[in-house]
């Protein structure tokens, strides 16, 4: 535990003066090119996406195929959201992953906050019951879960979206872990005092967990925005479909019109990529949090 | 991070998400009701229209928009073949279809046997000035099923023989007057394309080989011949072997012994491919008629008489009303005046390459003065769907074994005897299925 | 309070709960109603559209279960898993998902780790462009991504056989040539998600202290010695933890296959979650679906049950 200790002190120093060893090895000015060019690559797929969204549609086909237009354009936008229902299946995603995310913080809270602070009967097998639950893949029930909403008469609709996501085993693992490392001093004081589990649980251990809040939420919020196979079963009509599964089941007018695609897709995938420029610290703990534990 | 005292975050906290929650809860309350069907005379209209077709359909809609500016509407395209039908099942199955559907009479058996077609109400669908007499015997027995009709139909499109004016005058394929001389046989024909080549340089003949043109040009073929691939209800394979290998033979020829044609080419590629004039003749279906026209100088016949007989193969588009789809009166007649109204403007429908279904039109001046769509018109009458299965139909499964076992012929990675072997098994293992329908297709 | 610190106190405190601070002589009901009522929430939600459809699907997979239609619920025993079983299709499938896990994994493991050396080898001001440029594909949907890439891989106009054609090079049919589909999906999927492994890895890089590695230098390992004998081992939690996910991750490949090649061409790259799809949903046939469903996921479960033994014992003889 000491060397634990120390490792987090160390580290610190270690991400301001990093392992220098493959600089020194090749030369800091090989990695830089390497790395510069890898990651040009990678990004190459995004930046003709951006730039094929923005030209005349009758010059996206042009051979050879260049970077710059005549001059560039929004009429593939402007078209992508007259046409379809764009706007339509942005409001279905917030609306779903912003209630799936809250629904999916909370009872995961909760029920690692009994698992982790309230002793009661059963705990144990009412714990590796719900772990057991990672081990079943989530498209392995596509099937039978189709029955089970329909016989809710719940498909096509929002909460036959959203029900189905909102347990998630893994969230209760890492609030357990979290809340086992908090001390338990703080709530014994509270609870001498008389207050009830549940303000012990909103008012002290919630404010407390951040990190794994901000963790818990951000990859619930990310996985169910992006989540393609249950919402592209779940839902039948084009009203309810959400971002993901209305590019790519609805055709329209786009037919052939390449830019019109690549505008439904920069569309598509800007708020994503928007939430993670903002929320990168936190991802990024959320990453080096699991480093850590034990 | 800064401090504040414990308390007045937790209320602001559970302040916030309490109102999140609420916000979120009534939000979706009110929403969840948005899922059910269509209210109303609002309908939907789903169909599997893309390229031209999907361009045409389009301004069927809008005229019939013009026509009844009330009619409230909303028509959405999805991908052709399994991702439609799928979906289409899955909308009626689950409580919210569209109002109204297209779907191909290769497909309507297996739908109406599950249950999930509305019939047709002929007396409402009078009040529109529909009946049984505005459409073709032929292909109004095709939209029946169990002796009721469960769709109305918009066309037949069969499979066709596209030339290339210039380059089959050049091979002296053309009488006095520019039309194509009569080509009967297997001899002639490849005897044609043999010149054409000449002419071409490239091939006789253009023919996709990597999908389901493969099956459509077998079907006409073996038709012709004479035969059944599958019994009438779906449960036995019965195809005449000596007849499939002619066919077959027939087929390979082309691209192995002959080499008229290219043994691996796509979709695309073969319709490119008679567009840039580098072929003589081009065995499709007829809707690529608007990609030729202004391009090229093409004309347009019915499949020729291979082995004694005018079969070609061919499927229709019609419209379906998916059960549950018209809850109340308005619902319905908004949709029934939707689908009578788009018949209505079938002419446009039929600039596209496709054989109008309504007489109205088919037997016009109009439609007959249409060239070279009205060409073929006879083949509404001499279409051979695909057989009657469950498991049959346009994209179906069916369709795919078909493919798969025949392209090998073609490529010449099989032998004939070996393709018949493997569309002999891979359809087999089809009809060994338990059937996943409530009553039998051929009902 | 920062971060670090509360994990410091991880760290140094019990972790196990204290019971000092509940009243002795509570009777154990109320602690029973208390917790019960924080799990019951989600113990319901995890029961109806978990538990229950683990066992429907259990039972649907004994029937003739149909997609369509009520009455089609003859009894087959363990007909379905016998079909399944003997159905070249759902073997060929089986092929495909095993083909693009052995392919994918070990490019996504070893490319993520290497390029997080050399990430991790620079200036830490500069390190969130590339963090950036290999993280943002998978912040992107399946659909997002799968449009971007098929425009990249059109066989006409795209990006890339244009590309090969300046060089002088023949165009490539990227999604309809057999063989080369799934190196695209390899290929699609390695752009899209090797982010997640390498921040991963990045992140418990930079938790390894200098000294190690200025101590063995002392000692006169190399570059090379260095990273087998201190930076891996060291990063055995990583290497397991992005072994097992991704692992079970390709095996339930669906979304890129679906949207790229559905299945094509003739099925060649049709992973085994789409064969279920198309024999439930397409094809009407659930219950033989429901079948496939589980014997796909005993496979899974051995699997990863056999990943975790192997890997560990690595781990722990390291």
């Given at each position: ?294 | ?207 996709e080989v990597q999908g389901?043109t493969v099956w ?47 043994p691996n ?137 078909a493919q798969n076992s025949f392209e090998g012929a073609l490529t010449?990675q099989m032998?004939?005897?070996?393709s ?24 | ?265 003739a ?52």
């Amino acid at each position: 535990m000491a060397i634990q200790s120390a490792t987090i002190a160390r580290s610190h120093k270690a991400t301001h003066a990093n392992n220098a060893y493959l600089g020194h090895r090749f030369g800091k000015g090989t990695v830089y090119v390497i790395l510069t060019v890898v990651a040009i690559f990678w990004i190459i797929p995004m930046l003709w996406a951006v730039d094929t969204a923005f030209k005349p549609e009758t010059e996206t086909t042009t051979i050879p195929v260049s970077w710059f237009p005549t001059h560039f354009t929004l009429q593939a936008f402007q078209e992508v959201l007259q046409a379809g229902d764009l706007p339509r299946w942005y409001l279905n995603s917030i609306l779903t992953s912003v209630i799936i995310t809250v629904l999916t913080v909370l009872l995961s809270s909760m029920a690692a906050f009994a698992f982790s602070r309230i002793p009661f009967r059963g705990r144990n097998a009412a714990f590796w019951l719900i772990l057991a639950g990672i081990m079943v893949p989530a498209p392995i029930l596509i099937i039978p879960l189709f029955t089970v909403i329909q016989s809710f008469g719940m498909v096509n609709s929002y909460w036959g979206l959203i029900l189905p996501q909102i347990a998630v085993p893994v969230a209760v693992f890492i609030f357990k872990q979290f809340f086992d490392g908090l001390p338990h001093e703080l709530e014994d004081a509270a609870i001498m005092d008389g207050a009830s589990r549940w303000r012990v649980y909103w008012q002290i251990w919630m404010p407390l967990s951040q990190p794994a809040i901000a963790a818990v939420a951000i990859f619930a919020f990310v996985a169910s925005w992006n989540n393609f196979v249950w919402p592209f079963i779940a839902v039948t009509s084009t009203e309810m479909m959400t971002l993901p599964v209305g590019l790519a089941t609805v055709q329209t007018s786009y037919g052939i019109h390449y830019a019109q695609i690549m505008a439904t897709a920069v569309l598509g995938g800007l708020p994503t990529l928007i939430a993670f420029l903002f929320f990168q610290r936190q991802i990024i703990q959320g990453f080096a949090g699991t480093g850590l534990k034990e | 991070m800064h401090q504040q005292p414990e308390n007045v975050f937790g209320r602001r906290r559970f302040l916030q998400g309490a109102a999140m929650l609420g916000l979120a809860g009534l939000a979706g309350g009110t929403l969840a009701s948005c899922g059910s069907p269509s209210s109303s005379s609002s309908i939907t209209f789903w169909n599997l229209f893309g390229g031209g077709d999907g361009a045409r359909m389009i301004e069927m809609e809008q005229a019939f928009q013009q026509q009844n500016p009330a009619s409230n509407f909303k028509a959405v395209t999805l991908a052709w073949g399994a991702p439609y039908y799928t979906k289409l099942a899955m909308s009626a199955v689950g409580g919210s279809p569209p109002n109204a559907a297209i779907t191909h009479l290769s497909r309507l058996r297996t739908y109406a046997a599950a249950d999930i077609l509305e019939p047709i109400d002929l007396p409402f669908l009078a009040q529109y000035g529909v009946t049984e007499n505005d459409f073709l015997p032929a292909v109004w027995q095709r939209a029946q099923f169990n002796g009721k009709l469960h769709s109305i139909p918009l066309d037949t499109h069969p499979f066709v023989m596209y030339y290339n004016v210039d380059v089959c005058r050049k091979a002296g394929l053309l009488d006095s007057d520019n039309n194509l001389k009569p080509l009967q046989g297997p001899e002639a024909l490849t005897d044609a394309f043999l010149r054409a080549q000449k002419v071409t340089g490239d091939v006789g003949l253009s023919l996709e080989v990597q999908g389901t043109t493969v099956w459509r040009l077998f079907n006409g073929l073996y038709k012709q011949l004479g035969g059944d691939v599958l019994s009438p209800d779906g449960t036995q394979f019965v195809l005449n072997e000596a007849h499939a290998e002619q066919a077959l033979n027939f087929m390979s020829n082309l691209t192995l012994k002959s080499k008229v044609a290219n043994p691996n080419i796509d979709y695309g590629g073969s319709v490119a491919l008679f567009g840039s004039g580098k072929a003589g003749f081009h065995w499709n279906g007829e809707w690529e008629v608007t990609t030729f026209e202004g391009t090229m100088n093409f004309n347009m016949v019915p499949f020729p008489n291979v082995f004694g007989g005018s079969q070609t193969w061919a499927d229709s588009h019609a419209f379906i009303i998916p059960r549950g789809a018209t809850p109340d009166q308005q619902t319905k007649a908004a949709t029934y005046q939707f689908i009578t109204g788009l018949l209505k403007q079938s002419f446009t429908w039929a600039k596209g390459g496709h054989i109008p279904a309504y007489l109205p039109v088919a037997e016009s001046a109009q439609y007959k003065a249409l060239k070279p769509q009205s060409n073929y018109a006879s083949d509404a009458g001499v279409a051979v769907l695909d057989p009657a299965a469950w498991f049959s139909g346009a994209g179906s499964q069916f369709e795919t074994a078909a493919q798969n076992s025949f392209e090998g012929a073609l490529t010449g990675q099989m032998s004939v005897p070996q393709s018949l072997q493997l569309f002999h098994s891979s359809v087999q293992r089809l009809i060994d299925q338990p059937v996943p329908l409530p009553q039998s297709v051929s009902g | 309070m920062s971060d670090t610190s509360i994990q410091q106190q991880v760290i140094q405190h019990d972790v196990s709960p204290s019971l000092k601070a509940y009243p002795k002589r509570a009777s154990r009901w109320r602690f029973d109603l208390v917790g019960w009522g924080f799990i019951l929430p989600l113990l319901i939600a995890y029961a109806i559209f978990l538990l229950w459809p683990i066992l429907l699907g259990l039972r649907m997979s004994f029937f003739n279960w149909s997609l369509v239609g009520s009455g089609t619920n003859d009894f087959l025993g363990f007909g379905n898993y016998a079909e399944a079983l003997s159905d070249p299709d759902f073997w060929s499938s089986l092929w495909n998902t095993i083909v693009f896990t052995v392919i994918s994994t070990p490019i996504l493991v070893v490319l993520s780790l290497a390029l997080a050396l050399m990430v991790n080898g620079i200036s830490r001001r500069v390190q969130w462009i590339y963090r950036l440029a290999f993280f943002a594909p998978y912040t992107l949907s399946v659909t997002v991504m799968t449009l971007i890439w098929s425009w990249m891989f059109e066989p006409g106009f795209g990006l890339l056989n244009s590309v090969l054609n300046s060089l002088g090079l023949p165009s490539v049919n990227w999604l309809t040539q057999p063989g080369v589909a799934m190196l695209s999906i390899v290929l699609v999927t390695v752009w899209w998600t090797l982010g997640f492994n390498f921040l991963l890895y990045l992140a418990g890089l930079q938790q390894i202290s200098k000294d190690m590695y200025e101590a063995s230098a002392l000692d006169g390992a190399g570059w090379w010695t260095q990273v087998r004998h201190i930076t891996v081992p060291l990063l055995n939690r990583q290497t397991l933890l992005i072994l097992v996910l991704q692992v079970i991750a390709s095996l339930q490949l669906f979304g890129q296959t679906y949207l790229l090649t559905s299945g094509g061409p003739a099925f060649s790259t049709r992973p085994v979650i789409e064969f279920i799809y198309d024999s439930g949903f397409t094809n009407f046939r659930v219950g033989f679906a429901a079948a496939t469903s589980y014997l796909f996921f005993i496979l899974i479960l051995l699997i990863s049950l056999g990943q975790f033994w192997f890997l560990s014992r690595q781990g722990r003889n390291s």
